[in-house]
């Protein structure tokens, strides 16, 4: 089983920026890698950005040259730094982590509110 355990959302003007983080405890040994989704209201959930153990990462078109995804496994955390943020970024932040690369689990974290408006 793996923990994880978000922070940082919040409410920010267009243009901001916001560094969001999840934290992971429990059997974290075999993870694989960790992503960031979102969900907007009425709309399914969407890969953002991912990192994998040999520190690869993929970002979702939308997101590129704006989101940075990094961790530090010293502190077994991920973080998402969004900067030049837009109201279409608005929208609830799910961290996921891969356990195994051949035949994974896939745990999720409980969301973070992410919310850009003037």
């Known amino acids: 089983q793996v923990q994880l355990v978000e922070s940082g959302g919040g409410l920010v003007q267009p243009g901001g920026s916001l560094r969001l983080s999840c934290a992971a405890s429990?059997?974290?040994?075999?993870?694989?890698?960790m992503r960031w989704y979102r969900q907007a209201p009425g709309k399914q959930r969407e890969l953002v950005a991912g990192i994998t153990r040999d520190g690869s990462t993929n970002y979702a078109d939308s997101v590129k040259g704006r989101f940075t995804i990094s961790r530090d496994n010293a502190k077994n955390t991920v973080y998402l730094q969004m900067n030049s943020l837009k109201p279409e970024d608005t929208a609830v932040y799910y961290c996921?982590?891969?356990?195994?690369?051949?035949?994974?689990?896939?745990?999720w974290g409980q969301g973070t509110q992410v919310t850009v408006s003037s």
């Open positions: 429990g059997s974290i040994f075999n993870i694989y890698a």
């Open positions: 996921n982590t891969q356990v195994n690369l051949i035949a994974p689990t896939f745990y």
